[in-house]
């Protein structure tokens, strides 16, 4: 079994920022690559960020110089979220591949989800 928890929304004024968490916990030999998507009221899953076991980062154009998406050696997932504008305002939700042993290829997990409102 394994898990994805997302922690650290909220509400925020426009042009503040927050810190999302994502704590992976259970089976896990190691985890591949790690993302963040949210998901607007009313519209698609976008990809947020992404960041490889390696430590390569991507991101959308729209957060490119305000998202910071990190990781640490003890399976958790970050989104340092600065300058946020009210367009920022959806539910993120983390995105794992992860290994439980070995032999294993590795399986997609999802965490439910945090919202995040930005608005004055």
């Known amino acids: 079994q394994v898990q994805l928890v997302e922690s650290g929304g909220g509400l925020v004024q426009p042009g503040g920022s927050l810190r999302l968490s994502c704590a992976a916990s259970g089976s896990i030999f190691s985890i591949n690559a790690m993302n963040w998507y949210r998901q607007a009221p009313g519209k698609e899953r976008d990809l947020v960020a992404a960041i490889t076991s390696g430590g390569n980062t991507n991101y959308a154009d729209s957060v490119k110089g305000r998202f910071t998406i990190s990781r640490d050696a003890y399976n958790t997932l970050y989104l340092q979220m600065n300058s946020l504008k009210p367009e920022d305002t959806a539910v993120y939700c983390c995105?794992?591949?992860?290994?439980?042993?070995?032999?294993?290829?590795?399986?997609?997990?999802w965490g439910k989800g945090t919202l995040v409102t930005v608005s004055s």
């Open positions: 995105f794992a591949r992860i290994r439980s042993t070995w032999a294993d290829y590795g399986r997609d997990y």
